[in-house]
């Protein structure tokens, strides 16, 4: 077994597994676990301060962000993608597929994206049904204030759809205080639940777009609407996953009961930050660190294949490359959820110094002790 320190999935704790080892009922037919998954929605609206609704879906995190825009797009319809990051602009394929126009806004890579840049992009063109924007584009590591983007996107009367898979109980989200409209997790990241399911909250404005809808919703699976009224009705759209929702319902209740979970990431990964570039590498992006994810940049005289693999054959860490225009460039710690803890944190960082040593690589200082003299 390795010990898990990628950019997601995290480490999932050993309640969560018993939890999805329980004897199970027949999902479609016995109220009880109508109740039991409505207590869950009914916990994950409060976690984010949503006052519309939250729903689990079966299908991992990606199916939220298909869903959302499966649910929102009709022909036709213009779509402002905010692209500072391979998730961000990965959002133009799901709006395409479902017939609309993707609108890029791309900015630097490196930096987040900014509030009064976007609002003087708005003054000159806001003619779109809703924006799709990313928390934490895990990839680069990026964080984006999406509690100043989405305001400003509202003032112009367009819809937000926030993907914080990787952000969110790793960084604050307040739905209700940002003004989003659709919110996308996953059961992977910080929640620290296996893959397997997607958690959508939906407010009252994307939902009445939804229903005032010319044309129907082009998917099943993707069709948030299905699940609008299964409690009403006692019905759901599919036979839910019962033990995937059996072992969320701990994970949440773990969560939950982690009074100082956003705390114990925000130090964790500012220690991780402070060892890295000590150690004279290179963060990717510029001061808008997630604090869920460290992505470096692979220094000269070695690659990130040859790092992960004595990281993970020697020392029996994972640990993430990157990927599309990021391949081969970067390495990606990552501290989510259970995973985000300094024993895990410095182990890996001790695991990178000795790759690096390996591979002849010389840092400035060592990570692990850097971390020590860093981590608060
Ligand atoms: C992990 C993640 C998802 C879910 O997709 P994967 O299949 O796990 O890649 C969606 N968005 C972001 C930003 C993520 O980090």
Redesign the pocket.
């Known amino acids: 077994m390795y010990k898990i320190m990628t950019?997601?999935p995290s480490q999932v704790r050993e309640n969560v597994r018993l939890a999805r080892a329980m004897e199970t009922t027949n999902p479609d037919i016995d109220v009880e676990f109508v109740e039991y998954y409505k207590s869950l929605c009914d916990k994950l609206e409060d976690l984010v301060n949503s006052s519309g609704r939250a729903y689990i879906m079966g299908g991992?995190?990606?199916l939220g962000?298909e869903a959302a825009c499966a649910s929102l797009t009709e022909e036709g319809d213009r779509v402002l993608v905010i692209d500072n990051g391979v998730?961000g602009r990965g959002f133009a394929d799901f709006v395409s597929m479902y017939g609309g126009e993707p609108v890029l806004y791309t900015t630097d890579y490196r930096k987040a994206v900014d509030a009064d840049e976007l609002r003087a992009y708005l003054e000159k063109d806001s003619d779109f049904k809703y924006a799709t924007l990313?928390h934490?584009?895990?990839p680069s590591g990026m964080l984006n204030p999406i509690e100043k983007l989405c305001p400003v996107l509202a003032e112009f009367g367009i819809l937000t759809v926030v993907?914080s898979?990787?952000a969110m109980f790793g960084e604050p989200v307040d739905v209700d205080g940002s003004q989003i409209d659709i919110l996308c997790g996953?059961s992977?990241?910080a929640l620290s639940a296996p893959?397997g399911l997607t958690m959508v909250w939906v407010s009252d404005k994307a939902m009445d777009a939804m229903l005032a809808r010319e044309t129907p919703i082009r998917s099943f699976y993707a069709n948030l609407l299905t699940f609008k009224s299964y409690y009403e009705d006692k019905w759901f759209p599919y036979t839910m996953p019962i033990s995937d929702i059996n072992g969320l319902g701990v994970a949440i209740d773990n969560v939950l009961a982690d009074q100082d979970i956003l705390g114990r990431h925000a130090r964790v990964a500012e220690a991780a930050r402070a060892a890295v570039t000590k150690a004279g590498l290179s963060m990717y992006v510029d001061g808008c660190y997630a604090n869920t994810v460290t992505a470096f940049e692979v220094p000269e005289g070695t690659s990130d294949a040859a790092i992960l693999k004595i990281v993970k054959e020697k020392h029996g860490i994972m640990v993430s490359s990157s990927f599309d225009v990021f391949a081969g460039k970067l390495i990606r710690i990552g501290h989510m959820g259970e995973s985000a803890n300094a024993q895990d944190v410095r182990q890996t960082l001790a695991a990178l110094d000795d790759a690096f040593e390996m591979e002849g690589v010389k840092l400035a200082c060592s990570m692990a002790k850097a971390f020590d003299e860093a981590y608060k």
């Open positions: 950019a997601g991992e995190g990606i962000l998730f990313v934490c584009d895990t993907d898979v990787a996953g992977q990241k893959p």
